[in-house]
C-alpha cells in the first residue's frame, strides 16, 4: 500500500528577482526586445534607422514612378503630335523658391542638432512659407500655360506638363503635411526618450524634402530643354 505524504514545504530562495512581463532583469530589455518603462508601463526600444529605411522605400517608389512617366515623356516627344510649348515664368520662381527652401530645411535639422531650438523653429516656420510658395507660384504657371491655350487635354505635351507638375505638387503637399506637423510640435519640450525621435522625424523629412526637390529640378530641365 502506497501512502500519500502531504505536507508544507518551503522553498528556498536563491536571491534571483522575479520581474513582471515585459521587463527586464539585468541590461534593461528581454526577448521580446522590450524596455522598463517605470509609472507608464512598457515602450518600445526606438530605432531611428527603422524611419530611415521606411523612407528610403517610399522615396524609391516615387522615383520610379517620375522615371517611368519621363520615359513615356520622352518616347512621345517623337511623334507628330508633339507641339513646343514656352515654359511659364512662374516655373522659374518656383525653381528658385524649392532650391531655397532645401537651404533652409537643411539648416533647421542643423540647428536642432545643435540644440538650438529657436533657430531650428525659425527655419522650421520658413520652410513652410517656401513650399507653400512654390505651390501657389505653380498654380500661376498653370494659369500662364491656360493663357497660353494650353490645357491637359489639348496634346500629348500639354498633357505631360500638367502631369508632370500636378503629381510633383500633390507628393509636395505630403512633404507640407509633415513640415506642418513639426512646426506645431516646435515648442513641445524633449527628454531622452522624444528628442531623438523627432530628431530622426527631422531628418527624414528633411531627406524628402531634398528628394522632392531634386525631382523638381530634373522636370523642370526636362520640361525646358526636351520640350
Known sequence: MATTVTGTRTKERTGIKRHGPGFPGSNGKNGNGWRKGGDDGAEPDFSPEKYRITMWVLLAAIVM?????????????????WRPIR????????????????ATIQTAARSLNQEAKRRYARWLVVT??????????QL??????????VYFSGHPHSTFFFLFTGVHGVHLLGGIFALSYLVARRQQKTDQRRGPKRKALVDVVSLYWHVMDGLWI?????????G
Do not use: C, H, N
Not at 514612378?65 to 503630335?81: E, K, N, R, W
Not at 513652410?128 to 507660384?137: D, E, H, K
Open 128 to 137: 513652410l512659407l517656401l513650399g507653400l510658395g512654390f505651390l501657389v507660384s
Open 65 to 81: 514612378m517620375f522615371v517611368a512617366l519621363s520615359s513615356a515623356f520622352i518616347v512621345v516627344s517623337g511623334t507628330d503630335q
Open 87 to 102: 515654359m511659364p515664368k512662374m516655373f522659374f520662381l518656383s525653381t528658385a523658391i524649392i532650391l531655397l527652401s532645401s
Open 218 to 226: 530634373w522636370l523642370f530641365l526636362l520640361l525646358l530643354v526636351w
Open 140 to 149: 500661376l504657371g498653370w494659369r500662364e500655360l491656360v493663357a497660353q491655350g
